[in-house]
Nanobody
Framework: QVQLVESGGGLVQAGGSLRLSCVAS????????MAWYRQAPAKQREMVAT???????SYANSVKGRFFISRDIAKNLVWLQMNGLKPEDTAVYYC???????????WGQGTQVTVSS
């Protein structure tokens, strides 16, 4: 059984930085892609950044130039470097991975990021 575990969230002042990490643990597996999503209170979950096996990363317009996704495909690790944080970045951030075997998505439990003004 595969699990995704996020870490690195916390409270930071506007303009600060945080680095989120996500590790996949469990049986032997591989992913087509890994990504980060976020969900703010009373809002829908939205994609923040994706990193497919092709290496062609993509970002939400709201984070372009400030957030950077990186991934270790062999070790099933993904990171999100968040710079220039804004209060509107406050949300629960979720790690996402799409399994190569059945293309079903997996989700982590989420990590809270709070940016104070």
């Amino acid at each position: 059984q595969v699990q995704l575990v996020e870490s690195g969230g916390g409270l930071v002042q506007a303009g600060g930085s945080l680095r989120l990490s996500c590790v996949a643990s469990g049986s032997d597996f591989s992913f087509e892609s890994m990504a980060w999503y976020r969900q703010a209170p009373a809002k829908q979950r939205e994609m923040v950044a994706t990193f497919p096996n092709s290496g062609w990363t993509s970002y939400a317009n709201s984070v372009k130039g400030r957030f950077f996704i990186s991934r270790d495909i062999a070790k099933n690790l993904v990171w999100l470097q968040m710079n220039g944080l804004k209060p509107e970045d406050t949300a629960v951030y979720y790690c996402n991975a799409v399994k190569s075997t059945d293309l079903l998505p997996l989700w982590g439990q989420g990590t809270q990021v709070t940016v104070s003004s």
